[in-house]
């Protein structure tokens, strides 16, 4: 069976996990009545599983070892190491999940607030790891609403150094998809679904709501 499929013919830089265990953990996020534990708990299984598809192309080298019976040549990840950048706040969110998959991976983190009137990105912390240019980066927001934030945010990291990148979310609206596909062609974005559209207020509908606000128990 084929759990994954690219959103649109001809992007093949766009991953949609199809997977049903995906579906079903996404459709429990977006139901009102999910409690603030249950969707930090889902968000975490999400980003786990959807992280699986994000590493698929990283790199592999051969190493000896030996298994109690006989040495064997295996294979384990090669050069570049990974780096998670957390875009604040909601980011947080999804980054336990991949820290599961992979514990040693550094973590960067960029604060971004998206200003009410314009819907603009405006940054006010950054802080990455020295070598974060030798790093696989997954650039993590669980909503790829507007698209601002994430274009920001993959703009400062290129200027920072980062040539690697892969956008996760855990949805995504199609004006997100686009925004940040022409600002960074070179981006490749995987994501658990892509929804209708934007509202007047910016946010995916029919989504999941604010997806700070449900992490973190605010409003
Ligand atoms: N950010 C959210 O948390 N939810 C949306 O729908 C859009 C942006």
Do not use: W
Request: contains cysteine.
């Amino acid at each position: 069976m084929n759990m994954t499929e690219p959103a649109a013919p001809h992007d093949e830089d766009v991953i949609v996990v199809n997977h049903p265990l995906v579906q079903h953990k996404l459709t429990l996020m977006r139901e009102r009545d999910t409690s603030t534990g249950a969707f930090r708990h889902l968000a975490r299984e999400l980003s786990l599983l959807i992280g699986y598809e994000a590493m698929r192309d990283l790199p592999l080298e051969p190493v000896e070892i030996e298994t109690p019976l006989e040495p064997m040549q295996a294979r384990r990840l090669a050069g570049k190491k990974l780096c998670l950048i957390s875009i604040l706040r909601a980011g947080n969110g999804i980054l336990d999940g991949l820290l599961d998959l992979v514990p040693s991976a550094r973590i960067g983190h960029v604060g971004l607030y998206r200003d009410p009137e314009t819907l603009e990105p405006v940054e006010y912390y950054l802080k990455l790891p020295d070598d974060v240019g030798n790093r696989i980066c997954l650039v993590v927001d669980p909503m790829l609403a507007t698209g601002h934030s994430a274009v920001a945010a993959i703009d400062r990291l290129k200027q920072a150094g980062c040539t690697r990148m892969v956008f996760v979310c855990l949805l995504a609206s199609p004006e997100g998809v686009a925004c940040l596909r022409k600002a960074h062609p070179d981006v490749r974005i995987v994501t658990c679904a892509i929804d209708r559209g934007l509202d007047e207020h910016g946010y995916i509908r029919p989504g999941l709501g604010d997806a700070g606000d449900r992490l973190f128990g605010t409003k």
